[in-house]
C-alpha cells in the first residue's frame, strides 16, 4: 500500500484512498487539491479566449477569457496560479514521503539518490515533451516539470531542516534573487526592441521596475548564455513568452512555502488551527506580495517568478489549500472531490496526455461522430465542448487506472 500523498514516484500497486486507514484519509483534501489544479491544466482554459473572439463586446466573455490566460507580463489571472499551486503541492507531499520511506527503512543517502534520480527523470520528461513535432531536440527548462526537478534535490536537503531555517532559506533565495535583477544593468536607451521579440506597443515598465523588464532582464541575458551550450537549429536569443530556466529559483521558496504548510498539516495541532493558520499566512502572503509590487520595488511577474510574484502567488495558493483542507477535511464534504481525486492520484499521466494527445483525442471525434460534432450549441461555442470533450477522455482514462488500482509515479 502507498500513501497518495506522493505527487511523483513509480509505477506502483496502491489502494485508493477510501480503502486506506484513517490517518491516510486525511491526506484527501491534499490529492483533491493537486486533482483540481491537473483538471484545470488539461481543460486548457476550456477554449474561452476562442469563444470570447466571437463576443467581442461582452464584458462576461472577456473576463471568463482573459482569466482562462495568462497575464502578458505585470498582474495575475486566475491561470496564472496554476502552475505555482501545483509546485506548492511537490512541497506539501514531501514530508509525508520522507516519513513514509524512513518508515520501510530507507537511509537517508537512499532516498537523496532517489531525489536525485527523480529529478533527472523530471528534467529529461519535460525536455521529451518540448520537443513533440520538433526536427530535434529542444532543450528547453522552463517547463513546470524541469522547473521541478531543477529545484528537487534543494527542497529535499531543505526537508530535514528546522521550519525557522526553512523560512530564511526562502527570504534567502528571494532576496538573492531580486538582488541578481536590481544590479542586472537597465535596458540600453537604442535597444532594438523587435529583436528581442517586443513590439512597439508593448507597455514597458518604468523607472526601477524597468529591471524586470521582458526579455532584458537578468535571467534572459544567463539563458543566453546558457541554453546556446546545447545544440540548437539557430542561436537562441529570447523566449516568446519571457519564460526563463533560471525561474526554478524563486519558485523553489515556492516549494518551500508547501513544504512548510506540509509540515503543518502533518503536526499534531487540532485541525481548525491548522485551516486558521494555513488562512493566515496565505492572506499575509496575498498583502506582503501587493505591497512590494505598490512600493515599485519588483513587480509581480509570473513568467520570469519575479519575488512579489512568489510571495503573491504562495499566499493565494496557501488560501486555496485551507478552503480545501477546511471542505474536506474539517467539515468532511468528500463525495464532490471525487472526480479531483482521480486525478490527483495521476498527476503525471494526465499531464503527459494533455502534452501528447489532445489533437489526436479532438480529431477522433471528429473522424467519427461528424466534423461538426463540437457545434450542437452553434459554432461560436464549439471551443467549450471540443475541450470538455477532451477533458472528459482523460480523466476516464484516469478512472479506469483508479479502479485497477495503478498510480504512475517517478
Known sequence: MTTSSDPVGPVQQAEPP?????????????????????????????????????????????????????????GCHFWDLIQPAFMFMVGVALPWSVANRQA?????????????WRSLVLVLLAVFLSSTGSRQT???????LAQIGLGYPFLFLIAFTKPRIQWLIA??????????????????PGLDWTSVGIKPDWPFLGGFEAHWEKNANFATRFDQWFLNLFPRETSYVFNPGGYQTLNFIPSLATMIFGLLA?????????????????????????????VISWADLCPIVKRIW????????????????????????????????????????NPITLYCLWQLTPGFVSGTFKTHLGRQ????????????????AVLAIFWLILLWMYRRKVFVRI
Not at 493565494?316 to 492520484?345: E, H, N, S
Request: hydrophobic share 50%.
Open 104 to 116: 520501510r527503512g530507507s537511509r537517508y543517502s537512499q532516498m537523496f539518490l532517489h531525489a536525485l
Open 306 to 345: 519575479t519575488p512579489a510574484w512568489a510571495i503573491y502567488s504562495g499566499g493565494w495558493v496557501t488560501l486555496m489549500l485551507a478552503g480545501f483542507v477546511a471542505l474536506i477535511d474539517w467539515q468532511g464534504c468528500k463525495r464532490w472531490a471525487f472526480p479531483c481525486i482521480v486525478a490527483g492520484l
Open 138 to 144: 529542444t532543450w528547453s527548462f522552463n517547463n513546470v
Open 262 to 290: 506540509g509540515g503543518l498539516m502533518k503536526s499534531h495541532l487540532p485541525l481548525p488551527q491548522k485551516v486558521s493558520r494555513l488562512a493566515g499566512f496565505g492572506f499575509a502572503g496575498v498583502v506582503l506580495g501587493l
Open 18 to 74: 477510501e480503502s486506506q486507514p484513517a490517518k491516510a484519509s486525511r491526506l484527501l483534501s491534499l490529492d483533491a487539491y493537486r486533482g483540481a489544479i491537473m483538471l484545470l491544466m488539461a481543460s486548457s482554459g476550456l477554449g474561452l479566449t476562442q469563444v470570447a473572439r466571437n463576443f467581442p463586446e461582452s464584458r462576461f466573455w472577456n473576463f471568463l477569457a482573459e482569466q482562462a490566460d495568462h497575464a502578458a507580463w505585470v
Open 373 to 388: 460534432i463540437f457545434e450542437v450549441l452553434g459554432s461560436p461555442y464549439a471551443p467549450i465542448l471540443q475541450n470538455l
Open 171 to 188: 527570504a534567502a533565495l528571494l532576496f538573492g534573487y531580486w538582488l541578481l535583477f536590481a544590479l542586472h544593468p537597465l535596458p540600453p
